[in-house]
């Protein structure tokens, strides 16, 4: 699942756009009924043809396409990934890489400059994606159920402040998995399944403690490794070589054996020797 840096690299490709129109839109003529209302139905894309995009951000795991009028407003969700005809993107992602298949192509998407024509297309295989055209009361009502950015960017669509250390421990004084609470959005925006893990590691803490339970020190540990983690990624980009404990066999400290467990659906990689 792309997650928070993956979508900051992309929002970072697509800076190139600015400025240019939206020509023509093609939608995946096979999708079901249902499905097609996630991407760019008749009269969304009917709405953004002739728009011209007047920015490119991120907030959260979200992508926000200004326009003339309103947004395209994209949630990569498990599986969607952007590239274009003229650049066949690559989306090397920790699984592994993905090629680009027409086949599950969803919506293409004519973009003009002055000088260029670009076919850009969004990829979403097991469609639990979306790309939506969506006005400014819209745009302004979905993302205020976002809380607030683990770390900033240059890119953030009307930033909201990064989150403190006390309302970071205001987050996690819960009585639920303290990963659990990482990854809510709702909370606080950018942690997803890879850096959670990750920065509980670094932080030396259970992902299946209770929030409620950790001390000031580990949560001032666990905020300092969250931001650690995500900037440290957003820099690296696509390189996935410098996990230390996600999809791992065995620990990176101290070279025990790691446990997938399930937690919410999610398989989480823990060390026990290491994390308490
Ligand atoms: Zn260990």
Known sequence: MPEMPEVETMVE??????GWRITDVEVDPEMTPAAAKKY???DEYNTVIGQAITGVYRRGKFIVITTSSGALLCHNAMSGYWDSTLEPWTFDYV?????????????????????????VRFHDARMFGSLRFVDPAALATKLSTIGPEVVGSTHLYEPKEVITAEEFGRALNKGK????????QSRMAGLGNIYAAEALWYAGISPMRLGMTLSGAELH??????????????????????????????????????????????TTHWCPACQK
């Open 40 to 42: 760019l139905p008749e």
């Open 95 to 119: 699984e592994g890489a993905r090629k680009p298949h027409d086949s599950d192509v969803r919506v293409d998407l004519k973009l003009e400059s002055a000088k260029e024509v670009w076919y």
């Open 13 to 18: 490709r697509f800076q190139r756009w600015k």
């Open 177 to 184: 998995a303290v990963k659990e609470l990482l990854m809510d």
């Open 221 to 266: 540990k666990l905020f300092e490794e969250c931001g650690n983690v995500l900037n440290a990624a957003v820099i690296r980009k696509l390189n996935y070589d410098g996990l230390k404990i996600y999809r791992r066999k065995t620990c990176s400290r101290c070279k025990g054996p790691v446990t997938a467990e399930k937690l919410k659906g999610r």
